[in-house]
């Protein structure tokens, strides 16, 4: 299975739904909230490049937002 | 051929829905996704029938309602309305993906989107300081000088959210008082790190890879001033979403679709609006669910007398 880390803040809808679109797929995943951890805010602005979440690395792949087309197709499912 | 397609999914677009497939009305329903603006609401505290639910909540059971009909409903989620055109009975759709659909009548509740800025490095620096959530986005400001750009509620909201995590917030309001609840402009004023600037119309968006600052002008002075600062919020109010049949209806000079508030009917025979799109005073989401089964009641009795 993939290494999947989600970058996310608590009040986030398209986090939400990204999480909960990795549980309807039994994806397993690592989360970071930015809002209370420094170094992982840090980490995702340099990986990619911008302040939004969430962020979604897979394998070192690393997307911006929830569009379930193109996160589907980066798992392989 | 449909009897109605309705376009959009948010309360006036499954509001219209459930009538609709209860009416047996042959109805295709086309949105991107359900719930409307209020999808990323942290909390909707005046839907009646619940005292309190997240907005994703409320996009959940207008689904849920509405798909309790689905044997009475065609629904066509995850794409979108690209252009409708008049045929000599009825009118066709045409969506994003390249479905078509012909139809006699045709609802539009396609609500409003955030309005831009439209100023020199708005484009270049979306995403990287420049944020349109402070629900979302709020958090990464942390310790951070940032602007909010607009003096209206969803303004001040977002600077009392900011107000968590910021070292400094400036709000940015073109006129020469805000606009908001008096009470939440209260809280905003009395925020310690808070610096109002009336009459200040944003020129530009400052940044290299982030943002750096922004360039405003006083509208009473002409005086051009920088601020130097990390984060900027936009909350200047929304457009209405009508792209795709800007030719077939009036509209307001705000790009509202005009309806006649008794049936919800355009100046174009055939076609109906509810909700924000519409030229509706008072643009909640309680009202455009009222707005749009009136229309719905109004489409009935027009099938029945012309087809």
């Given at each position: ?48 490049h ?8 897979i394998?070192?792949?690393?997307f ?14 | ?12 677009g499954?509001?219209?829905?459930v ?8 109805t ?13 609401s ?28 689905k044997?009475?409903i065609?629904?066509?989620?995850g ?10 009975k ?24 955030r ?16 944020a ?25 909201e ?23 609840d ?9 925020l ?21 600052g922004?360039r ?8 051009e ?11 200047i ?17 705000w ?6 508030h ?35 009641l ?10």
């Open positions: 299975m993939k290494k999947v880390t989600i970058y996310s803040t608590p009040t986030c809808v398209y986090c939400k739904m990204v999480k909960e679109f990795f549980k309807e797929n039994k994806i397993d995943y690592t989360e970071k909230d930015v809002s209370v951890d420094d170094k992982a805010r840090e980490e995702m602005v340099d990986k990619s911008q302040m939004g979440v969430p962020v979604i690395d394998e070192g792949e690393i911006v937002g929830f569009d379930k087309d193109i996160l589907s197709n980066a798992l392989g499912i | 051929m449909y009897d109605l397609v309705i376009i959009g999914g948010g309360p006036a499954v509001g219209a829905g009538y609709a497939a209860r009416k047996k009305i042959k295709l329903l086309i949105t991107e996704d359900f719930g409307g603006q209020s999808m990323f942290p909390d909707v505290r005046n839907w009646i029938g619940s005292k309190s639910l997240t907005g994703l909540e409320l996009a959940k059971i207008l689904e849920e309602h509405l798909l309790d009909y044997d009475d065609d629904v066509w989620k794409d979108l309305v690209k252009k409708v055109s008049k045929k000599s009825g009118f066709t759709i045409t969506t994003k993906k390249g479905q078509k659909a012909e139809t006699k009548t045709i609802l539009i509740c396609s609500g409003s989107r309005r831009r800025l439209s100023v020199p490095g708005e484009d270049k620096l979306d995403g990287k300081g420049l349109w959530c402070a629900t979302c986005d709020a958090p990464m400001f942390k310790d951070k000088v940032v602007a909010i750009i607009g003096g209206g509620n969803a303004g001040l977002a600077a009392l959210t900011l107000d968590a995590y910021a070292s400094k917030l400036y709000l940015i309001q073109r006129s020469d008082r805000l606009k908001g008096a009470v939440t402009q209260e809280k905003v004023m009395k310690k790190k808070m610096t109002v600037i009336f009459n200040a119309l944003t020129q530009e968006i400052l940044g290299d890879k982030f943002v750096s922004l405003y002008k006083d509208a009473k002075t002409g005086k001033e920088t601020l130097e600062l990390e984060g900027v919020f936009v909350e109010g929304s457009v209405p979403n009508i792209d795709f049949a800007k030719s077939l209806v009036d509209l307001t000079d790009n509202e679709i005009v309806v006649d008794k049936t919800q009917q355009s100046s174009q025979a055939g076609i109906w609006a509810a909700g924000d799109v519409s030229d509706v005073l008072y643009k909640q989401n309680n009202v455009s669910v009222g707005d749009a089964i009136k229309a719905i109004n489409i009935f009795d027009y099938l029945h007398k012309n087809f």
